[in-house]
Protein backbone atom coordinates (compact mmCIF):
# COMPACT_ATOMS: atom_id res chain seq x y z
CA UNK A 1 0.00 0.00 0.00
CA UNK A 2 1.33 3.48 -0.77
CA UNK A 3 1.37 5.94 1.60
CA UNK A 4 1.01 9.66 1.95
CA UNK A 5 1.87 11.81 5.53
CA UNK A 6 1.26 15.36 5.51
CA UNK A 7 0.67 17.83 7.95
CA UNK A 8 4.17 18.38 9.30
CA UNK A 9 5.18 22.53 9.45
CA UNK A 10 7.05 24.61 11.96
CA UNK A 11 5.96 25.50 14.92
CA UNK A 12 7.13 27.14 18.31
CA UNK A 13 7.58 25.23 21.66
CA UNK A 14 4.46 24.45 23.10
CA UNK A 15 2.64 24.18 19.52
CA UNK A 16 0.26 21.71 18.26
CA UNK A 17 0.28 19.91 14.93
CA UNK A 18 -1.71 17.21 13.51
CA UNK A 19 -0.21 14.83 11.33
CA UNK A 20 -2.33 12.76 8.65
CA UNK A 21 -1.37 9.67 6.68
CA UNK A 22 -3.67 8.39 3.59
CA UNK A 23 -3.49 5.59 1.33
CA UNK A 24 -3.76 6.21 -2.76
CA UNK A 25 -6.94 4.47 -3.64
CA UNK A 26 -7.23 1.77 -0.66
CA UNK A 27 -8.38 2.11 2.78
CA UNK A 28 -5.93 1.34 5.52
CA UNK A 29 -8.66 -0.79 7.57
CA UNK A 30 -6.93 -4.20 7.15
CA UNK A 31 -3.19 -2.67 8.53
CA UNK A 32 -1.51 -1.99 11.90
CA UNK A 33 -0.34 1.63 11.43
CA UNK A 34 2.16 3.44 13.41
CA UNK A 35 4.39 6.59 13.35
CA UNK A 36 8.34 6.63 13.20
CA UNK A 37 10.86 10.05 13.48
CA UNK A 38 14.36 10.57 12.30
CA UNK A 39 16.28 13.36 13.36
CA UNK A 40 19.60 14.08 11.38
CA UNK A 41 22.33 11.77 12.12
CA UNK A 42 20.07 10.07 14.69
CA UNK A 43 18.36 6.68 13.99
CA UNK A 44 14.45 6.30 13.20
CA UNK A 45 12.61 6.37 16.19
CA UNK A 46 9.13 4.32 17.65
CA UNK A 47 6.66 7.05 18.28
CA UNK A 48 3.12 5.58 18.34
CA UNK A 49 1.25 2.59 17.25
CA UNK A 50 -2.54 1.46 16.60
CA UNK A 51 -3.81 -1.65 16.17
CA UNK A 52 -5.97 -2.63 13.18
CA UNK A 53 -9.19 -2.39 15.17
CA UNK A 54 -8.46 1.35 16.88
CA UNK A 55 -8.50 -0.60 20.00
CA UNK A 56 -4.75 -0.42 21.31
CA UNK A 57 -2.70 2.42 21.40
CA UNK A 58 1.39 2.66 22.12
CA UNK A 59 3.69 5.68 22.90
CA UNK A 60 7.36 5.69 23.60
CA UNK A 61 7.67 7.41 26.87
CA UNK A 62 8.54 10.84 25.66
CA UNK A 63 5.44 11.56 24.10
CA UNK A 64 3.60 9.95 26.30
CA UNK A 65 0.37 12.43 27.29
CA UNK A 66 1.44 14.92 24.58
CA UNK A 67 0.85 12.38 21.22
CA UNK A 68 -2.20 10.66 20.43
CA UNK A 69 -2.64 8.55 17.65
CA UNK A 70 -5.84 7.83 16.08
CA UNK A 71 -7.49 6.41 12.71
CA UNK A 72 -10.70 7.64 11.51
CA UNK A 73 -13.98 5.68 11.45
CA UNK A 74 -13.80 4.68 7.84
CA UNK A 75 -10.45 3.41 7.91
CA UNK A 76 -9.03 5.61 5.54
CA UNK A 77 -6.89 7.43 7.21
CA UNK A 78 -4.43 8.00 10.49
CA UNK A 79 -3.56 10.90 12.31
CA UNK A 80 -1.06 12.19 14.72
CA UNK A 81 -2.31 15.07 16.68
CA UNK A 82 1.07 16.44 18.73
CA UNK A 83 0.29 18.92 21.32
CA UNK A 84 3.09 20.96 23.67
CA UNK A 85 5.67 20.20 21.27
CA UNK A 86 9.34 20.27 22.06
CA UNK A 87 12.36 21.41 20.25
CA UNK A 88 13.62 17.39 20.78
CA UNK A 89 10.65 16.66 18.43
CA UNK A 90 12.25 18.43 15.56
CA UNK A 91 12.67 15.44 13.15
CA UNK A 92 10.98 13.90 9.61
CA UNK A 93 7.98 12.04 10.52
CA UNK A 94 6.88 8.93 9.00
CA UNK A 95 3.62 6.90 9.04
CA UNK A 96 3.88 2.77 8.43
CA UNK A 97 1.84 -0.08 7.54
CA UNK A 98 2.17 -3.62 8.87
CA UNK A 99 -0.75 -6.39 7.93
CA UNK A 100 1.22 -9.15 10.21
CA UNK A 101 -0.27 -10.67 12.93
CA UNK A 102 0.43 -10.52 16.71
CA UNK A 103 1.48 -6.87 16.21
CA UNK A 104 1.34 -5.86 20.50
CA UNK A 105 4.46 -8.08 19.89
CA UNK A 106 6.87 -5.99 17.54
CA UNK A 107 4.83 -2.45 16.94
CA UNK A 108 7.92 -0.56 17.74
CA UNK A 109 10.35 -2.61 15.40
CA UNK A 110 10.75 -0.52 12.05
CA UNK A 111 11.52 -3.88 10.25
CA UNK A 112 8.15 -5.46 10.79
CA UNK A 113 6.41 -2.79 8.57
CA UNK A 114 6.00 -3.34 5.10
CA UNK A 115 4.86 0.00 3.63
CA UNK A 116 5.90 3.23 4.19
CA UNK A 117 5.46 7.23 3.54
CA UNK A 118 7.55 9.88 2.00
CA UNK A 119 7.65 11.78 5.30
CA UNK A 120 7.03 14.98 6.29
CA UNK A 121 8.73 17.73 9.01
CA UNK A 122 8.01 18.44 11.69
CA UNK A 123 10.62 21.29 13.26
CA UNK A 124 10.25 22.57 16.68
CA UNK A 125 11.82 25.89 17.61
CA UNK A 126 13.12 27.25 20.97
Known amino acids: VQLQASGGGLVQAGGSLRLSCAAS????????MGWFRQAPGKEREFVAA????????WYVDSVEGRFTISRDIAGNTLYLQMNALKPEDTAAYYC????????????????????WGQGTQVTVSS
Open 96 to 115: AASSRDSFSNYYSDFSRYDS
Open 25 to 32: GRTLRKYH
Open 50 to 57: ISRSGGST
